[in-house]
């Protein structure tokens, strides 16, 4: 059977490593997705091959599927870039839970099911390049000039945690997560309630929360993850 028309399988084409699986579904989804836009340039096969903990021979075959679906080019010489005819084939593309309003309440209760459960599968399969991504997202949402700026890269730091257990099905839910956190009610809530103090506090237990990942102690990083969820939760709802 031919798959390589089929955008919504991620271990279509041969490429069935849990690396590339998350790879894959990753790439495809910030191209369907709208973040990585027409013209963007893809980050080198060596950092991809690092971050996601796949060679360089599964990262070329990921490249390679999204390449027959139309969505990325590659140029000898000058990298891979997404593909002008992305952005239609984005709009077209269902999202997972677009056409159903999730509430900021509900997003909070299915996060703190959720996200506690990470920690286990990061302290087992993380890599180096996962903490180093980790740590990018912390300078980033610390170094962060406006409260939207922050939103982004604490949504990323979250992202990375689900990247870090290399399995994809985690990846696609905090995926799914970070596009309800871009529904306004959830921007409106946050703005409302991150003050200058709340804010340092979540900068604090985001890095005791890598801190605890890189000494791979699950069960202290997984108290300190339901700790953070239940202050957020308390913050922007006074529970």
């Not at 084939?89 to 309440?105: D, E, I, L, N, R």
């Not at 905090?174 to 409302?192: C, F, P, S």
Request: charged residues 20%.
């Amino acid at each position: 059977m031919d798959n390589t028309s089929n955008t919504s399988d991620p271990g279509a084409t041969g490429v069935r490593a849990p690396g590339a699986k998350t790879l894959l579904h990753h790439l495809q989804s910030e191209i369907l997705g709208g973040r990585l836009g027409p013209g963007v340039k893809l980050p080198p096969e060596r950092e991809l091959s690092e971050r996601f903990g796949a060679s360089r021979g599964t990262v070329r075959r990921v490249l390679s599927t999204l390449a027959e679906r139309g969505l990325i080019r590659r140029s000898a010489g000058s990298g891979t870039f997404v593909c002008a005819q992305a952005g239609s084939m984005a709009k077209q593309a269902p999202v997972p839970g677009a056409s159903t309003h999730v509430s900021p309440a509900e997003l909070m209760q299915a996060r703190r099911l959720i996200e506690p459960l990470l920690p286990s599968m990061i302290a087992r399969n993380a890599t180096a390049a996962d903490f180093a991504r980790m740590a990018h997202c912390l300078e980033q949402a610390e170094a962060a000039a406006t409260i939207e700026a922050f939103e982004h890269w604490d949504g990323a730091l979250h992202q990375a945690f689900a990247v870090a257990t290399h399995n994809a099905f985690f990846t696609q839910i905090l995926e799914l997560m970070n596009r309800v956190r871009e529904q306004g009610d959830w921007g409106t809530l946050k703005r409302h309630s991150l003050t200058p103090a709340r804010r340092a506090e979540y900068e604090r237990q985001h890095r005791a929360i890598v801190n605890a990942l890189r000494d791979r102690d699950a069960a202290l990083a997984a108290a300190l993850m339901a700790e953070h969820l239940d202050v957020i939760q308390r913050n922007l709802f006074g529970e």
